[in-house]
């Protein structure tokens, strides 16, 4: 049981634009936050300044975050995704397009906030966009699931600050199960991290729409 409802509020254009621009600066925040060097009193005074704007935000807070309405794709609505949602400033966020071959592909760049060992990405981090990557690859056969298993192998540092790419496809289909591979790789061409996966579409889901 979940303390996140289900049932989701979708949002109209310019509410989805106002609140993605927020998320941007939010993101901003976030790495200002871990590059600052304003020192003890400034950095007192910035948190003040920004719990303040913090209670603005929750004055109305919602149960859950808000969907976009159905495009092309109904994985396109949860905007607030922890890799690829503009709403989420958590989130990169990494735009991934699928081909109508099925092949998922994306371009990002990661900063300070995602480091794990000095000067190079987290590998958790890494596995979160390869799980998102190799997910759509498996939806966009048709049959969406839940990760039931994500091996990935660190071949070598993914490095911060320089443009990645992700690349995920299924490679094939068995019942309710989907199964799918991807990497990330570095700017000079060459793979960081190589993942397979296999994905479960739960029962419950057998005929929703994805
Ligand atoms: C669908 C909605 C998602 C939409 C996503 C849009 C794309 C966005 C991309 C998002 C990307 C991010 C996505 C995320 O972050 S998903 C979040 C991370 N994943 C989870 O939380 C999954 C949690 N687990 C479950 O919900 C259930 O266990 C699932 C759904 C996986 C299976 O529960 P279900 O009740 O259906 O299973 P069953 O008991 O009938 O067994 C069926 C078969 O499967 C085999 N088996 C079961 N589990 C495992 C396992 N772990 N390894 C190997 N095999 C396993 C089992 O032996 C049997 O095999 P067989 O006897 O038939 O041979």
Redesign the pocket.
């Given at each position: 049981m979940s303390a996140i409802p289900m049932e989701r509020p979708v949002l109209g254009d310019d509410e989805a634009a106002a609140l993605t621009g927020l998320a941007a600066r939010v993101r901003e925040l976030a790495e200002a936050t871990v590059l600052t060097g304003a020192g003890a009193a400034e950095a007192a005074a910035v948190a003040d300044e920004i719990a303040a704007l913090t209670a603005r935000l929750t004055a109305e807070r919602r149960g859950a975050p808000p969907f976009v309405t159905p495009g092309e794709r109904r994985?396109d609505r949860q905007i607030a995704n922890p890799v690829s949602g503009p709403l989420n400033p958590f989130a990169p966020p990494i735009g991934l397009d699928v081909t109508s071959d099925g092949v998922v592909r994306g371009e990002f760049t990661l900063g300070a906030v995602y480091e794990g060992p000095p000067s190079y990405v987290h590998g958790g981090v890494s596995a979160m966009v390869l799980?998102?990557a190799l997910?759509?690859a498996a939806?966009a056969t048709g049959t969406?699931?839940?990760?039931?298993?994500l091996e990935t192998r660190y071949r070598r540092p993914t490095p911060l600050g320089v443009p990645l790419k992700v690349e995920a496809k299924a490679s094939r289909v068995e019942?309710?199960?989907v199964y799918a591979s991807g990497t990330i790789s570095a700017p000079d061409g060459r793979v960081t991290v190589e993942a397979t996966a296999?994905f479960?579409?739960?029962?419950r889901?057998v005929t929703s729409e994805?």
């Open positions: 994985m799980d998102q997910g759509m939806a969406p699931g839940m990760t039931a298993t019942g309710r199960k296999m479960i579409m739960p029962q889901f994805y």
